[in-house]
């Protein structure tokens, strides 16, 4: 339906003349005549109080169809960090709505989940801020110490806390009831792995290789990771570089070997691996995995100009191929870079 219908037909629901919607809005009747007529549109500006005067959003006023609606929930979320109160609570009730609808109940499912990690996410922002703040000031008390671990996923002593039972349960009854699909194998066996059960990782890994398609660079990724769990490093090790040797110029296993090397705080060699991962990618737009990981080590590295050049790259990255100009990822970055620019002049 066009604006000045759609004007129209709310002005008759409210009850409201040509005059008085025109008094209401502090302008003249022949505006509202014109607009009702597509002669002229209001100014944006107006659209605001339009919205307020008949109680509906703004969407409303255009009449959008539910999938204009949808994408316009989730391209909000990508632009701004955090939804006001009132946008949140409109978001949240209409994605819940569309819940009820076969149609649209898949993508209302995965957008109202991040409409709830969206303002997770913005709330614990905040909560580190005032967390550290609150520690700084009395570092022997423990209640903020918690809150911090728990917004910033730090490392937990104890084991009963730090274990990953519950995840490894999920992904095992989602790998029981969709034994074909290979994604919920990998998720299985990264928790697995990261709580050192290395026989049921291996027991996994041995089905996800039975499957078509499984790919032959992960799958010897994982077994390297299982030995490495045992504590057999010179094996994992020997896998890795069995791998690389196999694919030189894979980005996928180069990906890998740069992560593996990470994490055994081979920082060189990790970054080398990464940078050629990144020139060996063939897809575009590329990913920032690459560049996030060799700006984390030069930060680890205390070298905060490199790293702060390699988030100059991320922007660089996001503005060429990616096109953005504005969104929370750019802005992001932005502040990344900042931060570290303060910390080498120090």
């Known amino acids: 339906m066009e604006l000045g219908k759609k004007i129209r037909q709310l002005r008759f629901k409210a009850g409201l003349t040509q005059e008085q919607l025109a008094e209401r809005m502090g302008i ?16 944006i500006t107006s659209l605001p109080l339009l919205a307020e005067i008949f109680g509906v959003s703004i969407d409303d006023l255009f009449d959008l169809s539910t999938e204009q609606r949808l994408n316009r929930i989730e391209n909000r979320m ?3 960090e955090e939804l006001p109160p009132d946008v949140f609570c409109e978001y949240e009730d209409y994605l819940q709505f569309q819940l009820g609808s076969e149609q649209y109940k898949k993508r209302a499912t995965e957008l109202i989940a991040y409409l709830y990690w ?10 580190r801020r005032y967390a550290k703040d609150a520690i700084r000031r009395s570092p022997s008390e423990k209640g903020c110490q ?9 490392a937990v002593w104890d084991w009963n806390i730090a274990n990953h ?4 349960d999920f992904y095992r009854g989602l790998v029981e009831s969709n034994p074909e699909s290979r994604l919920p194998y990998a998720y299985l066996l990264d928790n697995l792995i990261a709580d050192h059960r290395t026989d049921e990782a291996e027991e996994v890994l041995n089905r996800l290789c039975g499957l078509e398609g499984a790919n032959p660079i992960t799958t010897q990724v994982y077994r390297a990771y299982i030995a490495l769990a045992r504590f057999d490093e010179p094996a994992a090790d020997r896998m890795m570089d069995e791998l690389t040797e196999k694919y030189p110029d894979d980005s996928i296993c180069l990906f890998e070997a740069a992560q593996y090397n990470a994490m055994k705080c081979d920082y060189q060699k990790a970054i080398e691996c ?11 737009p590329r990913f920032q995995d690459e560049l996030h990981g060799i700006a984390e080590i030069y930060e680890i590295m205390g070298d905060y100009a490199n790293a702060a ?6 922007i660089f990255l996001l ?3 990616w096109g953005m100009t504005e969104e929370t990822a750019l802005q992001d970055a932005q502040r990344e870079k900042a931060r570290l620019l303060e910390k080498a002049k120090n």
């Open 28 to 43: 003249g009747a022949q505006s509202v005549s014109k607009w009702e007529n597509a002669v002229s549109m209001p100014d």
């Open 78 to 80: 990508d632009m701004e």
């Open 118 to 127: 969206h303002r997770m996410n913005a709330a614990a922002k905040k909560v």
């Open 146 to 154: 918690w809150m911090l671990n728990m917004a910033e996923n730090h």
């Open 165 to 168: 039972s519950k995840a490894i």
């Open 274 to 284: 990464y940078e050629r991962s990144f020139a060996n990618e063939k897809r575009r």
């Open 309 to 314: 050049a390699t988030w100059d790259r991320i």
């Open 319 to 321: 503005r060429d191929e």
